[in-house]
């Protein structure tokens, strides 16, 4: 009988390999979630990049056997292979919302051998970092967040603890820390995880803050309508005349209430979304000119003129909230009348296009400036909104603390202009959301300029212009 016939051995030697490395990847990055899941199974998906991560270290980290080193040179599928599994990594780390850092270090207590060997793209935005590797204090260098990873590394267990950036728009995160597989290379490794929580953070803040400044600024004028009830319940219950003035204060009184009240939410909404890009597509001069035919009535009333400078519709236009745009400018004009004398005139201008060496030229010589609000980054081109009013101006110790909630410029109360004092808040928190640039020209006699800058480049998301 002829023997039977034996299949040849193999010509591609790297094909086993590879199989036997993306099986060993996939089971990995499996083995690492239920490893890292432990008992908060809620988290398992949040541990899916802990996986992951371990399995493209494993991808890179292989060793084949002598005896397919055999060629030089590398084999052009476990090349391949070995690419693809790598990009599925990535593809898989960049698609999770939280930032992801995978840390390496070889000594206890020495900050210079920890090293960022992957970050996911949240994390690369959350950083500004061009992509790992990189020396973790290059980066990060939060005492608290440094500490938890050094327990993770070299005391193997798990850490927690927050983390706040310090960019212009505060986030807020939760930060775990674990462990991950040894290796053998003499290298500690765990995966680090930022969870964020700006929303939840900034919801209590914002709770806390408005029952403290209602409680605080309602008092007043609660008091005072109380005082005129008891007043016009006794003595004066038969004085007619003395009714028709208390009555007039009273309404007075209830009108700042509901005012107060108004900005109060408007203020908690904007910061409760602060940190949420702008979505919509808004033309200034557009929305300048609403503000300037709403308030020209109230201007007319003060014997103030009211005189905007605006380019053609069309020519400046910004990736932005309109309503949130529109009460910048109503705010800053409204602003510009309370506090301009009768027989002057408040002026709104719009300019597109401005570069950065342009807006820094002052429009009042030798006044105080002060920026209130900047961005991370300044782009190289402006929107530009500016509101003058020649009103009695500010002495500079008073710049810093205009966008403070309630505060007035003694001798300026609201008594006589009346006002919340929260619209310079307002107009600040919005101009932050939109990245932009809020700063102020003040001297005494010669009345002040608000300008605001907002990016002429920021991609539109959405079109919601009306």
Same mark, same amino acid.
């Given at each position: 009988?002829?023997?039977?016939?034996?299949?040849?051995?193999?010509?591609?030697?790297?094909?086993?390999? !590879?199989?036997?490395?993306?099986?060993?990847?996939?089971?990995?990055?499996?083995?690492?979630?239920?490893?890292?899941?432990?008992?908060?199974?809620?988290?398992?998906?949040?541990?899916?990049?802990?996986?992951?991560?371990?399995? @493209?270290?494993?991808?890179?980290?292989?060793?084949?056997?002598? !005896?397919?080193?055999?060629?030089?040179?590398?084999?052009?599928?476990?090349?391949?292979?070995?690419?693809?599994?790598?990009?599925?990594?990535?593809?898989?780390?960049?698609?999770?919302?939280?930032? %992801?850092?995978?840390?390496?270090?070889?000594?206890?207590?020495?900050?210079?051998?920890?090293?960022?060997?992957?970050?996911?793209?949240?994390?690369?935005?959350?950083?500004?970092?061009?992509?790992?590797?990189?020396?973790?204090?290059?980066?990060?260098?939060?005492?608290?967040?440094?500490?938890?990873?050094?327990?993770?590394?070299?005391?193997?267990?798990?850490?927690?603890?927050?983390?706040?950036?310090?960019?212009?728009?505060?986030?807020?995160?939760?930060?775990?820390?674990?462990?991950?597989?040894?290796?053998?290379?003499?290298?500690?490794?765990?995966?680090?995880?930022?969870?964020?929580?700006?929303?939840?953070?900034?919801?209590?803040?914002?709770?806390?803050?408005?029952?403290?400044?209602?409680?605080?600024?309602?008092?007043?004028? %609660?008091?005072?309508?109380?005082?005129?009830?008891?007043?016009?319940?006794?003595?004066?219950?038969?004085?007619?005349?003395?009714?028709?003035?208390?009555?007039?204060?009273?309404?007075?009184?209830?009108?700042?209430?509901?005012?107060?009240?108004?900005?109060?939410?408007?203020?908690?909404?904007?910061?409760?979304?602060?940190?949420?890009?702008?979505?919509?597509?808004?033309?200034?001069?557009?929305?300048?000119?609403?503000?300037?035919?709403?308030?020209?009535?109230?201007?007319?009333?003060?014997?103030?003129?009211?005189?905007?400078?605006?380019?053609?519709?069309?020519?400046?236009?910004?990736?932005?909230?309109?309503?949130?745009?529109?009460?910048?400018?109503?705010?800053?004009?409204?602003?510009?009348?309370?506090?301009?004398?009768?027989?002057?005139?408040?002026? !709104?201008?719009?300019?597109?296009?401005?570069?950065?060496? @342009?807006?820094?030229?002052?429009?009042?010589?030798?006044?105080?400036?002060?920026?209130?609000?900047?961005?991370?980054?300044?782009?190289?081109?402006?929107?530009?909104?500016?509101?003058?009013?020649?009103?009695?101006?500010?002495?500079?110790?008073?710049?810093?603390?205009?966008?403070?909630?309630?505060?007035?410029?003694?001798?300026?109360?609201?008594?006589?202009?009346?006002?919340?004092?929260?619209?310079?808040?307002?107009?600040?928190?919005?101009?932050?959301?939109?990245?932009?640039?809020?700063?102020?020209?003040?001297?005494?006699?010669?009345?002040?300029?608000?300008?605001?800058?907002?990016?002429?480049?920021?991609?539109?998301?959405?079109?919601?212009?009306?």
């Amino acid at each position: 009988m002829d023997p039977v016939p034996q299949n040849p051995p193999s010509t591609n030697p790297g094909t086993p390999p !590879v199989t036997a490395l993306l099986v060993a990847a996939a089971l990995m990055g499996l083995a690492g979630v239920w490893a890292l899941a432990g008992k908060d199974a809620p988290d398992l998906a949040l541990f899916l990049f802990a996986g992951a991560a371990g399995a @493209a270290y494993a991808a890179r980290q292989v060793r084949f056997p002598k !005896v397919l080193q055999r060629d030089p040179g590398p084999d052009p599928k476990t090349q391949q292979a070995l690419e693809r599994a790598e990009a599925q990594v990535s593809v898989l780390l960049d698609a999770g919302p939280d930032p %992801l850092l995978v840390i390496s270090g070889r000594e206890p207590d020495d900050l210079s051998t920890l090293r960022i060997e992957r970050a996911n793209a949240a994390a690369r935005s959350l950083f500004r970092m061009s992509g790992p590797p990189a020396l973790l204090v290059s980066v990060l260098r939060d005492p608290e967040v440094l500490s938890a990873v050094d327990e993770a590394l070299f005391g193997g267990v798990e850490a927690r603890c927050t983390f706040t950036s310090g960019a212009a728009q505060e986030r807020s995160f939760q930060v775990r820390a674990r462990p991950m597989a040894a290796q053998d290379d003499a290298l500690s490794r765990a995966v680090l995880v930022f969870r964020d929580e700006t929303d939840l953070r900034r919801a209590e803040r914002t709770r806390a803050d408005f029952l403290a400044n209602a409680s605080h600024e309602l008092r007043t004028p %609660l008091a005072s309508l109380s005082g005129f009830i008891e007043t016009l319940s006794g003595h004066a219950r038969e004085d007619r005349e003395a009714q028709d003035r208390f009555l007039g204060i009273m309404r007075n009184q209830a009108e700042r209430m509901g005012r107060l009240i108004d900005d109060l939410l408007s203020l908690s909404r904007i910061e409760l979304n602060e940190h949420v890009a702008p979505r919509g597509q808004t033309d200034l001069a557009l929305a300048a000119a609403d503000v300037v035919d709403a308030l020209g009535p109230q201007a007319k009333l003060r014997g103030v003129g009211l005189e905007a400078t605006l380019p053609a519709a069309g020519e400046a236009v910004i990736c932005g909230d309109r309503d949130q745009i529109v009460q910048v400018i109503q705010n800053l004009t409204d602003n510009a009348l309370k506090y301009a004398p009768p027989g002057s005139a408040a002026k !709104v201008e719009v300019r597109p296009n401005v570069s950065r060496e @342009a807006s820094q030229v002052p429009v009042l010589e030798d006044a105080a400036r002060l920026t209130l609000v900047s961005p991370d980054a300044l782009p190289p081109t402006f929107m530009m909104i500016q509101v003058r009013d020649e009103g009695p101006g500010m002495d500079r110790e008073h710049l810093p603390r205009l966008a403070e909630r309630f505060y007035r410029v003694e001798g300026q109360k609201s008594g006589e202009r009346p006002g919340t004092g929260l619209g310079l808040s307002i107009v600040k928190h919005i101009v932050n959301r939109h990245h932009g640039v809020l700063s102020v020209e003040s001297a005494p006699g010669r009345g002040t300029v608000f300008t605001v800058l907002l990016p002429a480049s920021l991609t539109v998301t959405e079109v919601s212009q009306t």
